[in-house]
C-alpha cells in the first residue's frame, strides 16, 4: 500500500514548485500532441478573426498529460485572464455563482476534474456556458424570485480523467473536446531534454531516451523521474546522465523496463495468482490492494491497458501473455474449457 511511486501522475508538492518553470507556455513550446494542437491553432485563429470569445474547451486523458498546461496556453494565446479552480473546490452553488460573477472582463475560467462538479451546482453552470447567463434565485418557497444576470463571455476549460463519468448536459456544452493521449517516448525524451536545459542538468540523448522509455508515457513522471536520476548521478559524481547512469537510477527508484513500479506488479500478480488470469471485478482489486479504486482506475489500469498488459472487459479486468511474460511468470497450460488462454487462442 506504501510503495513509493515514481511514475505516479497525480501532481505532489515538488511538481508543483517547478511546475511554473518546467511548464510550456505557447503552443510552440507545448511538445507532441501534433493532431489536438493544430485543431485548437485553428480554432484559436478563427476566434481571434472574429473578436469572439473562444468556444468551451473541454480536455481529457489520464493525469500529468498536459491538460492544465494547454488550459493555461489556451487562454494565454486567446490573450485571456485565467482562473484556475476544481470540482471538488465548490461545496455550494453559491461558490460557482460567486466565481461566475466575478467582475472581469475576457477571461478564461479551468475547471479540473469538472466530473466531480455536483449535480445541483453542475447545473448553474448550463445557462452561463450557454448564454452567458446566471439564474439567482432570492428567497425560499412561494416567496422565491429568479432574477437572470447577464455574465461577460468567458471561455469554460474543463479538464477530466473521466470522461465517461461527464454527464452528457455537461459534454454537450463544450464546443471543442479535445482527448490527450500518452505520449511516445521520443516526445518524452524531447521533453527531458528541454526539461534538463531548464533545470541546469547535464543529460545525453540516450539517457534522455531510458527516462522518457520507462515514463509511463505522462510527462509529469518524466520530469519527476529525471529529478530523482540527477540525484543518483551526483551523489556518483556523474556529470552527464547517459543511459547507463539512468538505467542505474531507475531500477534503484524501482521502475522497470517498461515503466511499472511495485504497485503496478503488484496488480498484474494478483490477478495472476489469486484471480487465475481474471476477470475480476475493480472492487475486488481495490479491496485486495488496499488501494482506492479510483486510484486504480486513474492511475494504474490506463497505463498497463496502453501497454496491452491488461484487458478491461465487460466482465472485469483480465491480464493478457505480455503480462505473464514481463513478470517473467509461466503461463498455466492451456483451458480448453473456455477459460483465459481459451479466450485468447
Ligand atoms: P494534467 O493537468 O493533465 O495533470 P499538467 O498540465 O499539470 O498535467 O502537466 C504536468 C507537467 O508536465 C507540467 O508541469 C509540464 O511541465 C509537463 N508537461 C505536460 N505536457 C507537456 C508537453 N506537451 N510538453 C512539455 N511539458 C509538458
Known amino acids: 500500500m506504501n510503495d513509493p511511486r515514481w511514475t505516479d501522475p497525480t501532481e505532489n508538492p515538488e511538481d508543483q514548485e517547478l511546475a511554473v518553470s518546467l511548464r510550456p507556455r505557447t503552443l510552440d513550446e507545448f ?6 494542437k493544430e485543431n485548437l491553432r485553428v480554432f484559436i485563429q478563427a476566434a481571434r478573426q472574429r473578436g469572439e470569445v473562444l468556444d468551451h474547451v ?32 465548490f461545496t455550494n452553488s453559491a461558490e460557482l455563482i460567486a466565481l461566475l460573477t466575478e467582475q472581469a472582463d475576457r477571461r478564461a475560467i479551468f475547471i479540473d476534474e469538472i466530473h466531480r462538479l455536483g449535480k445541483v451546482i453542475e447545473e448553474h453552470l448550463y445557462p452561463a456556458m450557454e448564454d452567458f447567463r446566471v439564474e439567482l434565485i ?3 418557497g412561494p416567496n422565491a424570485r429568479h432574477f437572470n444576470m447577464q455574465l461577460e463571455p468567458f471561455t469554460l476549460i474543463g479538464a477530466t480523467t473521466r470522461a465517461g463519468l461527464l454527464t ?10 479535445c482527448h490527450l493521449d500518452f505520449y511516445p517516448a521520443s516526445d518524452l525524451a524531447i521533453i527531458v531534454t528541454r526539461s534538463a536545459d531548464i533545470l541546469g542538468i547535464g543529460i545525453n540523448s540516450e539517457g534522455a531516451m531510458e527516462i ?6 505522462t510527462p509529469r513522471a518524466a520530469n519527476r523521474l529525471l529529478r530523482r536520476v540527477r540525484d543518483y548521478a551526483q551523489v556518483d559524481g556523474v556529470e552527464v546522465i547517459d543511459q547507463k547512469t539512468a538505467d542505474r537510477g531507475l531500477t534503484r527508484l524501482g521502475v522497470d523496463h517498461l515503466g ?66 514481463h513478470l517473467g511468470l509461466e503461463m498455466p497450460p492451456e483451458d480448453t474449457s473456455g477459460g483465459l488462454q481459451g479466450e485468447l487462442l
Open 31 to 36: 511538445i507532441g500532441q501534433n493532431e489536438l
Open 58 to 89: 473541454l480536455l481529457h486523458g489520464p493525469p500529468g498529460l498536459g491538460k492544465t498546461t494547454l488550459s493555461q496556453i489556451v487562454a494565454a494565446e486567446m490573450g485571456l485572464e485565467i482562473r484556475l479552480t476544481s470540482g471538488p473546490a
Open 138 to 140: 432570492i428567497d425560499k
Open 168 to 177: 452528457p448536459a455537461m459534454r454537450s456544452r463544450f464546443g471543442i473536446v
Open 212 to 217: 522518457a522509455r520507462r515514463s509511463r508515457g
Open 260 to 325: 511499472l513500479e511495485a504497485l503496478d506488479r503488484r496488480y498484474l500478480k494478483l490477478i495472476i495468482e489469486h484471480f487465475g488470469g481474471g476477470p475480476v471485478g475493480i472492487s475486488n482489486m481495490s479491496v485486495s490492494l488496499g488501494e482506492e479504486s479510483d486510484t486504480l482506475e486513474d492511475v494504474v489500469e490506463p497505463f498497463l491497458i496502453q501497454s496491452g498488459l491488461l484487458k478491461r472487459t465487460s466482465r472485469g479486468r483480465e491480464v493478457t501473455p505480455h503480462a505473464w511474460v
